[in-house]
């Protein structure tokens, strides 16, 4: 047994048997941590992570996490052959840093930077002649008055820096009050404002990337937004083929330009104009979840794979249509796993809780369904939902 201290005040054992091939480390112990551990145990690799709190999604199923802060990404890495993540809430200059002594960090620094920082990511876009929605700093209201003055109203603002999970970065406002509001309920944050893209759809695709370029992307998946939150993920997004090919070429080029390794995830909008980059992240995404059963290799998987530089898996849909449904806390205050045994009694459907206390508007877990159609597969996955929420008839 070594003791590792990690971050201010907290310490951990640290068992000698972390195996010498495959020492790899998870730096975020959500619900996405949760599903990579499970998929790289399956390998016969047992990641390790870096968690907040003992009741993280991932520290529940990972009796081997260390806990603290993530900048305390220095001393965890030392434990570690390979450092990737599950969210990009990390102090790039550590990073770097980290990097720049010979840690192996992936995806590297360049990617997740791209991830953190929309402004970044819109430049570096924008540079290499990706479509991007038009796009300006808000550093001052003058800013966006002068913005809504070219662009028209509704403005979509955005906080420039990913947030905590649940915590609300973007708001469509419809006039120079509501914009005005958001800027002084966020005057600690830095904002950004961009035109409002006339949506067809919500589309993501899922790229994975080896060290050295090796790539594969998932069927492109098609999102359906509530409230501007992500509830229903079709796969594959009934749009053409033509459509689907630019988007795969799209998100490759960008997975290239990055020089990412892992899951790079591309969502894009289909506009009236065309496809349009909205926003990347670089780790396992939302709308790949449904490959845990519906492709012969999960995003998971392939990002285990990848960030260890091993072959990657197939990746394309066993069913004619796969469907997930994100389980959300509501306000009744309804524990899903209170009803499980209601949610397995339909038929096909695979259930996936994450362990977390509920709380209204927190993901606590989904269920992906698949079939030979989507309105079919929809259909499975919306009972499994309602019985979890203690809904009937389900
Ligand atoms: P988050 O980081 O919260 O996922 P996104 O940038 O993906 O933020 O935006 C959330 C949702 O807001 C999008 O899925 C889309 O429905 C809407 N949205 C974001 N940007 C625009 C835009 N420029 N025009 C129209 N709608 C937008």
């Known amino acids: 047994m070594g003791r590792v201290f990690v971050g ?13 091939l495959y020492r790899l480390g998870i730096v975020g112990a959500g619900q996405i941590a949760r599903m990579t551990h499970q998929a790289a145990v399956k390998l016969g690799i047992t990641p390790r992570l870096l968690a907040e709190e003992s009741d993280d999604s991932a520290a529940l ?5 260390l806990y603290g802060h993530p900048d305390s990404l220095a001393a965890f890495a030392d434990t570690c052959e390979v450092v990737t993540f599950e969210h990009e809430r990390i102090d790039l200059g ?8 010979g840690c192996i960090i992936r995806p590297g620094t360049r990617t997740v930077a791209a991830a953190f920082d929309k402004m970044h990511q819109r430049r570096v876009l924008l540079n290499r002649g990706f479509p991007v929605p038009v796009f300006a700093e808000v550093r001052s209201p003058d800013d966006l008055i002068d913005f809504s003055t070219v662009f028209d109203w509704p403005v979509v603002l955005k906080s420039v820096r990913a ?17 005005m509001a958001v800027i002084n309920e966020n005057a600690d944050r830095e904002l950004m404002a961009e035109n ?62 990055l020089d990412a390794v892992g899951v790079l995830a591309v969502e894009l909008f289909l506009t009236t104009d065309g496809l349009v980059v909205n926003e990347l992240a670089a780790r396992p995404h939302n709308a790949g979840h449904h490959t845990i059963e519906a492709s012969p290799t999960s995003q998971f998987e392939n990002h285990v794979r990848a960030v260890l530089d091993l072959p990657l898996g197939p990746t394309w849909l066993l069913a004619p249509a796969a469907v997930t449904v994100n389980i959300m806390g509501g306000f009744d205050g309804v524990n899903p796993a209170d009803n499980l045994p209601e949610a397995l009694s339909v038929e096909g459907v695979q259930v996936h809780l994450y362990g977390k206390r509920p709380l209204p508007g927190r993901k606590l877990g989904h269920v992906t369904a698949l079939a030979d159609d989507i309105d079919l597969a ?3 996955a919306r009972r499994a939902e309602a019985a979890l929420e203690g809904r009937r008839p389900w």
């Open 378 to 380: 929809r259909d499975m």
């Open 8 to 20: 201010d005040g907290y310490c951990h054992h640290v068992s000698s048997d972390f195996p010498a």
């Open 196 to 257: 409002f893209q006339p949506i067809v759809k919500e589309l993501v695709v899922i790229v994975v990337r080896r060290p050295g370029g090796n790539a594969r992307c998932y069927p492109v998946t098609e999102v359906v937004q509530v409230d501007g939150v992500a509830r229903e993920m079709r796969s594959p997004a009934s749009i053409g083929h033509q459509v689907a090919t630019e988007a795969k070429d799209l998100a490759v080029r960008i997975a290239n330009e």
């Open 61 to 65: 199923a990972a009796p081997d996490a």
């Open 163 to 179: 947030g905590r999970p649940g915590e609300k970065g973007v708001w469509i406002v419809e006039n120079s009050q509501e914009a």
């Open 94 to 101: 550590l990073l770097r840093r980290l990097e720049d002594s």
